[in-house]
Nanobody, 124 residues
Framework: QVRLVESGGGLVQAGASLRLSCVGS????????FGWFRQAPGKDREFVIALNSGGTRKLYKDSVKGRFTISKDFANKTVYLQMNSLIPEDTGVYYC?????????????????WGQGTQVTVSS
């Protein structure tokens, strides 16, 4: 059974950093693209960042460019979201998702599996 488990969320002050982890149990991990989405209170879930299956191409939401990055550890079947210079607008539940399709990876419908989410709260 495919599972994605996120961790690393928490409460931080503006300007701080967090690293989220997403551990995959799927046999298709190595050929899956991965994305991170987030959902702020009272808002729809939105795309944040994505990485292609080979770990060579990244897509970013404009507001996180230069602050967030994504990486893939093939050996440990883990995808990381490094978040720097956090701002209160980054607050939300962050979800990891995997896709064996070709995208587009900004769309939720491109993803096959989702994690349960991890809460990130940034105080001002």
């Amino acid at each position: 059974q495919v599972r994605l488990v996120e961790s690393g969320g928490g409460l931080v002050q503006a300007g701080a950093s967090l690293r989220l982890s997403c551990v995959g149990s799927e046999p298709t991990f190595s050929r899956s693209a991965f994305g991170w989405f987030r959902q702020a209170p009272g808002k729809d879930r939105e795309f944040v960042i994505a990485l292609n299956s080979g770990g060579t191409r990244k897509l970013y939401k404009d507001s996180v460019k230069g602050r967030f990055t994504i990486s893939k550890d093939f050996a440990n079947k883990t995808v990381y979201l490094q978040m720097n210079s956090l701002i209160p607008e980054d607050t939300g539940v962050y979800y990891c998702a995997s896709a064996v399709s070709i995208g587009p990876f900004q769309r939720e419908g491109s993803y096959d599996y989702w994690g349960q989410g991890t809460q990130v709260t940034v105080s001002s």
